[in-house]
């Protein structure tokens, strides 16, 4: 099938199977749908000046991008017409704090003290529904800060000197929020035998500006973090992400926004942490020395590493290990979906699209929620009385490191 532009809707075939996997079409007649916000609505915006306030309610979750027969970028087409909507309105001081995670996780984390500060106060301000002054839910499962960045504690972890070696994006979150994924995944990669590499030098990869129209600001970020992967890429070394966020615009995004030639040089050397591990299992070179656990948990699929097309590696790696049983989810988006759940106008329909999830985890018999996805953890937790993990925490535990 013969690949267009982004910007070109005419492959869309107007078959509506979009609409029957879009979440937010489900949960609100207040939202058209993808075929129709986006490729439908694009040919119209190329005639006429269209300031659609429906494009609020995609939450980029690329389900219509997974399921489109003609292999159409729906989301991309929304993406870019809200940012265009954002040249001639103001934005929200909601999506002005909401898209400078970066910003705010490395000032948090640079100053002793300013993580439990910043964290009671954000606890203080919800308890009294206080975030909704500035746009924001108070029923949305907010991250904490970490009082030590991903990066700092990296620099203190002795590892060994290995033929084998990766670059890992660590992305904001795992930097600044829940930098204990991070050394999960140097101590489960350097006990088979694999030295872990960062690069001081990447930026945010942009997911929160692009769900806030920030796309011009995104490709800075996307010059600056392409380049540096496309160099690492060259010398054969390949690159794990943790977030299937990060991975999916490094991958795909960055392309479909920007049309970058470097992501064609790297994409191919870019895998998911669990998805590199299960290929080494595959091949025999995955060390087996597991102990054995006693738990069972409960496991969700991120949209966004349902629309990557590679399965589910954390149901097959996890079940692997003696001791351990993963049962699937299947309860469909978990509704956060980055910044949306976390904005007054989109959080009640972020709620009812993960209700079920968060229904199907708290009548679980699972002692505990495992995900890829940072954000779908945090509303895995939301009230279901369950903590939810990255599936390297539990493949550390096995391996008793």
């Given at each position: 099938m013969a690949k267009l532009k982004s910007d070109n809707p005419d492959q869309c075939i107007s078959c509506n199977i979009c609409l029957t996997a879009c979440p937010v079409a489900r949960a609100t007649r207040k939202y058209r749908g993808p075929k129709l916000t986006g490729p439908a609505l694009t040919r119209l915006r190329m005639l006429i000046e269209d300031q659609d306030p429906m494009l609020q309610y995609c939450s980029n979750c690329?389900?219509?991008?997974?399921?489109?027969?003609s292999g159409t970028p729906i989301s991309t087409l929304n993406m870019k017409a809200r940012s265009a909507y954002y040249k001639k309105n103001p934005h929200t001081l909601a999506e002005k704090i909401l898209s400078n995670n970066e910003l705010m996780g490395k000032t948090i984390t640079s100053i002793p003290f300013a993580s439990t500060i910043a964290n009671l106060g954000m606890k203080i301000t919800k308890a009294a529904g206080a975030f909704e002054i500035?746009?924001?839910s108070s029923k949305a499962p907010f991250p904490t800060y970490a009082k030590k960045s991903f990066s700092a504690m990296f620099k203190s972890i002795s590892q060994p000197k290995c033929d084998k070696k990766v670059l890992f994006f660590p992305g904001c979150y795992v930097n600044y929020n829940e930098p204990q994924v991070g050394v999960d995944l140097v101590h489960v990669f350097n006990h088979n035998n694999i030295e872990v590499l960062i690069d001081d030098n990447f930026v945010c990869c942009g997911s929160p500006m692009i769900s806030a129209g920030y796309i011009d600001k995104v490709q800075h970020n996307a010059d600056i973090n392409s380049k540096i992967l496309a160099s690492y890429a060259k010398q054969g070394i390949d690159i794990i992400t943790t977030c299937t966020t990060c991975a999916l615009i490094l991958k795909q995004e960055y392309d479909e926004l920007f049309e970058l030639?470097?992501?064609?040089e790297y994409n191919v050397h870019m895998y998911d942490a669990i998805e590199y591990l299960l290929n080494m299992y595959e091949r025999g070179e995955l060390k087996t020395d597991f102990k054995t656990l006693n738990k069972k948990e409960i496991y969700h699929t991120p949209c966004h590493l349902k629309v990557q097309g590679y399965g589910k590696p954390t149901l097959k790696l996890l079940n692997k290990i003696p001791g351990v049983e993963v049962v699937d989810a299947d309860a469909g988006c978990c509704g956060l979906s980055g910044i949306y759940g976390y904005k007054t106008n989109t959080a009640e329909v972020a709620a009812i699209v993960g209700s079920k999830l968060q229904k199907t985890i708290k009548e679980s018999d699972a002692h505990e929620g495992v995900c890829e996805c940072n954000i779908?953890?945090?509303q895995m937790q939301n009230n279901t009385?369950?903590?939810a993990y990255h599936p390297l925490h539990t493949i550390r535990q096995a391996y008793g490191i």
């Open positions: 690329k389900n219509c991008d997974r399921v489109c027969p500035v746009g924001m030639e470097a992501v064609k779908c953890r945090l009385g369950k903590k």
